[in-house]
Structures are given as C-alpha cells and as structure tokens.
C-alpha cells in the first residue's frame, strides 16, 4: 500500500524518495519482487491511459483533483462520493477550473 502511495509521487525510485523507501520496506519485510514489480507495472499502464480531472465545490472552496486511473468510472464514482460527504457537489468540466493557474 505504501508503493502505491508513493507512486502519486512519481514512478522513478531515483527522483522518488518515498517510493525508494517504500520499495526498501517491502524487501525488508520480505515481500516477493513481483508484487512490487506488479505494483509499478500497474502504476505505469495507468499513467499511460488514465489521467483524470474532476472539478466542484466543498463548502463554497473550489476544489480541483488529479487522479491517475485504471478504472475512470470506479474513479468518479469514490470522487463524486468523497465530495458528497464533505458537503460538496462534483462540476462540470471548465466549472471551477478557471480559477486557477496550471503550471
């Protein structure tokens, strides 16, 4: 679980230290090669075809998220969840997103 936290980080262990030290427990704890290469396998074939942005509103803030998927439906079904909980509601594209500056 940790890898594939660090992988929001990046996929390449030498420009990721969280993903270095994730990879560095996993062999510690014994965790077979294949489960971690599996992890970052997967991490890479999302990448390649699932990057995502949803936009809208939690309590009047403008909220935008970057999401790397396998899944883009699961993926805005836990969005549109996470937002209805806190109050929010989930905008259409272009809804909030002019408000900020993408670098």
């Known amino acids: ?3 594939k936290t660090a992988l929001a980080h990046g996929g390449n262990s030498d420009s990721n230290l969280m993903l270095k030290r994730a990879i560095e427990k996993a062999k510690d704890a014994k965790v077979p ?3 971690v290469d599996r992890a970052l396998e997967k991490f890479e074939q999302a ?3 699932g990057s995502v942005r949803y936009e809208g509103t939690i309590a009047g ?3 935008l998220v970057s999401c ?3 899944n883009k439906n699961r993926t805005v079904n836990k969005v549109r969840e996470i937002f209805t909980k806190n109050g929010g509601t ?3 594209e272009n ?4 408000k900020f500056n993408h670098v």
């Open 47 to 49: 990448k390649a075809g």
């Open 90 to 92: 989930l905008g259409g």
């Open 95 to 98: 809804s909030v997103a002019h």
């Open 33 to 35: 090669k294949a489960i």
């Open 1 to 3: 679980m940790q890898i």
């Open 68 to 70: 790397v998927t396998d």
């Open 61 to 63: 803030v403008s909220v």
